[in-house]
């Protein structure tokens, strides 16, 4: 029943993204993490963004409108973007991206992959690694079980969550692994939401 609900307040998106804001606080750590890992305000002109996996656009004024590309499988979520926020936006799937190879020098993932099984994931990481250019950085936020007990709120909200495959840190390690190296990676709460950060490093070939 709940489910149900939350599926029908996500095809909402300004419905959904105050729902969101309400248990994350307004995304101000997912926000603070963009700001501190890509810089994205840094050398604006010099460098391509792709947000994959934007959604509803939220994050799409962390970035430089003229250098974003948002992307997302769901054409509402695009629709109410590109009305609300400056930037390109485009409906695609992650198993097969339309932009051109070696295209963006970052990219952000942000509480995507736990939607995805094992073999669409792997795809996807295929692809961001391809319209990456070498030696780009990826940027991927993830949901992750809430690690506190008392976190109530937050067990709450992973039960609920939509996204089927929460996985432990090791295995988004695993998974993220092929083509890119970890710099560094810790934990995040956003709100009542846990996340696990993972900056990458795109190989050099």
Known sequence: MLEQMLD??????QTWNILRRVVEN??????EVIAQELDPWCDVGLREFLDF????????????AEYYTGVDIA???????SRTYPGSFMVAS??????????????????????MPDD?????????HRVLKPGATLL???????????????HIMHWLDRGGFIRSDANYQALLADGFGIVRSYP??????????????????
């Open 8 to 13: 029908r307040l996500s095809e909402a998106p």
């Open 120 to 128: 669409l994931a792997r795809k996807t990481v295929a692809e961001l």
């Open 75 to 81: 054409m509402h979520y695009i629709r109410f973007a």
């Open 26 to 31: 307004g995304f101000r750590g997912e926000k």
């Open 94 to 115: 992650g198993a097969a991206l339309s932009l051109a190879a070696r295209q963006f020098d970052a990219a952000l993932v942000l509480g995507v992959f736990h939607h």
């Open 140 to 154: 991927v936020i993830e949901d992750i079980p809430p690690p506190a007990w008392w976190n109530i709120a937050g």
């Open 53 to 64: 996996g934007c959604g509803t656009g939220e994050f799409a004024p962390c970035f430089p």
């Open 188 to 205: 995040m709460r956003s709100g009542i939401c846990d996340y696990q950060i993972y900056v990458l490093r795109r190989d050099t070939t």
